[in-house]
């Protein structure tokens, strides 16, 4: 019981840790060749998580990940919160299958899953606001599925070195 209960804490800490990371490389500027690719950070490191214990972070955690990135942007509240929900579901409904694909079927498939969130969040903020999808909004997908390996291998071993199971 009480490793479980510092899995736990650790698990808190590293999601914490990884997720102000994403905050942090999400405002930095870039170029203007390189800003319309900019990879969804939070969304990627909500897939990795959702993937690798998805028994431990869902929808919930998904939510309150962007919450807190609509409170860094000042965006209408609940739009990111509950496409990181829905990312967060489809991830723990396909872990398992996820788990075995390789990196190169890997990438496809999370460049999917966070194609169907720009796609939720795109429509909501259409609803909500003046807002149009553009080719150049869907341009982050390539970025995000570019870095996905890189993400996986990264946070893999930052989840390795923290021992969480």
Not at 56 to 76: D, K, M, Q, S
Request: glycine share 8%; hydrophobic share 60%.
């Amino acid at each position: 019981m009480m490793h479980r209960k510092a899995s736990s804490l650790n698990l808190f800490l590293v999601i914490c840790l990884s997720s102000f990371i994403a905050l942090t490389l999400t405002v930095i500027p870039l170029p203007q060749w390189v800003f319309y690719f900019r990879p969804d950070w939070m969304a990627l490191v909500v897939v990795y998580w959702a993937l690798t214990v998805p028994d431990r972070v869902g929808p919930w955690i998904g939510f309150a990940i962007g919450t807190v990135l609509e409170v860094l942007f000042v965006r209408n509240f609940g739009v990111l919160g509950f496409g990181m929900a829905i990312l967060a579901f489809m991830v723990n409904r396909a872990s398992l299958q996820l788990r075995v694909l390789s990196f190169w079927q890997q990438m496809l498939v999370v460049g999917i899953f966070v194609g169907i969130f720009k796609l939720v969040t795109g429509w909501l903020y259409g609803l909500i606001a003046d807002f149009t999808i553009t080719g150049e909004y869907w341009y982050s997908l390539l970025g995000s599925m570019l870095t996905w390996p890189f993400i996986f291998i990264l946070l893999q071993e930052l989840r390795r070195s923290a021992r969480i199971n």
